[in-house]
């Protein structure tokens, strides 16, 4: 297990944007994501990267609003979050996967951050 710590979460009105930053420890990871629970819902998906070949993959309600990045000099994964909706309201986990099944699903995921909150009202 490698320790994951998101930052960047916040309050938001409505059409506004947050960017959320993991750092992770160096390791040869394969994948990296973010996910999200909203209150009273399951744990989803949002988005993952891999490291190899930079592959994204996007949950569809946040298609052409959120962007998944990684900085690899400085160990860091980023989700640009705009346009945000009352909907995207959730706590937010980054968490990385050392399998390499592409892409990879929640139960893939190693290991997870503690979360960071974003609130978005209308």
């Known amino acids: 297990l490698v320790r994951l710590v998101e930052s960047g979460g916040g309050s938001v009105q409505a059409g506004g944007s947050l960017r959320l930053s993991c750092q992770l420890p160096?390791?040869?990871?394969?994948?990296l994501g973010w996910f999200r629970r909203a209150p009273g819902k399951e744990r989803e998906r949002v988005a993952v990267?891999?490291?190899?070949?930079?592959?994204?993959v996007y949950a569809d309600s946040v298609k052409g609003r959120f962007t998944i990045s990684r900085d690899a000099v400085d160990i860091t994964l980023y989700l640009q979050m705009n346009n945000l909706e009352p909907d995207d309201t959730a706590m937010y986990y980054c968490?990385?996967?050392?399998?390499?099944?592409?892409?990879?699903?929640?139960?893939?995921?190693?290991?997870w951050g503690q979360g960071t909150q974003v609130t978005v009202s209308s």
């Open positions: 968490a990385v996967a050392y399998g390499e099944k592409w892409p990879p699903g929640m139960a893939d995921f190693d290991s």
């Open positions: 160096r390791d040869f990871y394969s994948s």
């Open positions: 990267i891999s490291t190899a070949g930079a592959q994204t």
